[in-house]
């Protein structure tokens, strides 16, 4: 019986561990810190500006490829012009 609820719980840890967990949070907005050549992302943005505002240099901002949102809120990509 003990082996049984150990195997259990075993499955139940592995399983869980594959799920992404319900406090990853993603924003609608990254910031790639050093350009899109060498830089790493940073997907804690919730609008164009905000991500606008917060770049130095050569960071750039863009849509978050992973952001899964509703069709009436997915993010705008402003055309400069």
Known sequence: MKIAVIAALSIAGIVAGTLPSAAEVEYPY???NGGRSEGSWSCGYVSLAQCMQTR????????????QA???ERPRQRVPG
């Open 56 to 67: 130095i240099g050569t960071d750039m901002c863009v849509i978050n490829p992973r952001y």
């Open 70 to 72: 509703s069709p009436r």
């Open 30 to 32: 990254c910031i790639i």
